[in-house]
C-alpha cells in the first residue's frame, strides 16, 4: 500500500496533469489542420440544418461514454446551445432504460437501437452513431437499417474507423486511437455543429 506521501507525490505531479491535456491538444490541432474533416464538418452540419427546417429528426446512439455524448448533444439540440429559441427534434435512444433492458434481454443487446430506428426513423431524417472504435454492434446494425430506411447516417469515430467506415454518409474520424482524447473530440464536434446549427436556424 502506498502511504499517503507518495500518493500526494503522484497526484500533484505536473506531468500526470499537463500530459492528458498535451495530449488532447494534439489531437484537436491535428482536426484544425484537417482540411478535408473541416469540411465534413459543416456538411454535416448543413444536412441537420436542411434535415431540421424539413421536420425531420436527428437521432444518436451509443455505448459507455458515447452514450453520454449522443444524450449530450441531443439535450444541446432539444433544449438551446446559445440562443433562448424553439426546441429541435433531436433523442438519444438510450434514455428509455425500461426499454434499452427488455429488448437487451428479450432479443438481444446488438437490437437496441436497430428497433428503435425501425419504429421512428422515416426517409430524410438523421442517425448519429457514436463509436470511439466504430466497431460497436448495436451502433453497427442501427446505422445498417437506417441506411436501408434511406436516412442520413453521420459516424463519430477514432482513427481507423472501423466497421462503421463504410456506413455512414458522413464519417468524422478523430486522429487518435486512445479512448479518452477520442471522446473529449467528439463532445467537441458536438458542440461546433450544434452551434452551426442553431445559428443557421435561429441566428440574427
Request: glycine share 8%; hydrophobic share 45%.
Amino acid at each position: 500500500m502506498y502511504n499517503d506521501d507518495v500518493i500526494k507525490k503522484v497526484i500533484l505531479s505536473s506531468d500526470a496533469i499537463k500530459k492528458p491535456i498535451l495530449s488532447s491538444i494534439e489531437v484537436k490541432t491535428k482536426i484544425l489542420e484537417d482540411e478535408v474533416m473541416i469540411e465534413t464538418i459543416g456538411q454535416i452540419a448543413f444536412a441537420m440544418v436542411k434535415a431540421l427546417k424539413e421536420d425531420k429528426k436527428v437521432l444518436l446512439c451509443g455505448n459507455g461514454g458515447s452514450a453520454a455524448d449522443a444524450q449530450h448533444i441531443a439535450a444541446e439540440l432539444s433544449g438551446k446551445f446559445y440562443i433562448d429559441r424553439a426546441p429541435l427534434f433531436a433523442e438519444a435512444l438510450h434514455v428509455n432504460t425500461s426499454y434499452v433492458t427488455a429488448v437487451a434481454n428479450d432479443y438481444s443487446y446488438d437490437e437496441i437501437y436497430a428497433r428503435l430506428v425501425r419504429a421512428m426513423g422515416r426517409t430524410g431524417d438523421i442517425l448519429v452513431g457514436i463509436s470511439t472504435s466504430g466497431n460497436s454492434a448495436n451502433v453497427i446494425k442501427a446505422l445498417e437499417l437506417a441506411n436501408s430506411r434511406q436516412l442520413i447516417t453521420v459516424g463519430l469515430t477514432g482513427k481507423t474507423g472501423g466497421k462503421m467506415n463504410n456506413l455512414c454518409t458522413y464519417m468524422l474520424r478523430v486522429p487518435s486511437t486512445d479512448t479518452p482524447r477520442i471522446q473529449e473530440a467528439h463532445i467537441l464536434l458536438g458542440h461546433i455543429i450544434c452551434e452551426i446549427v442553431e445559428q443557421a436556424l435561429f441566428g440574427k
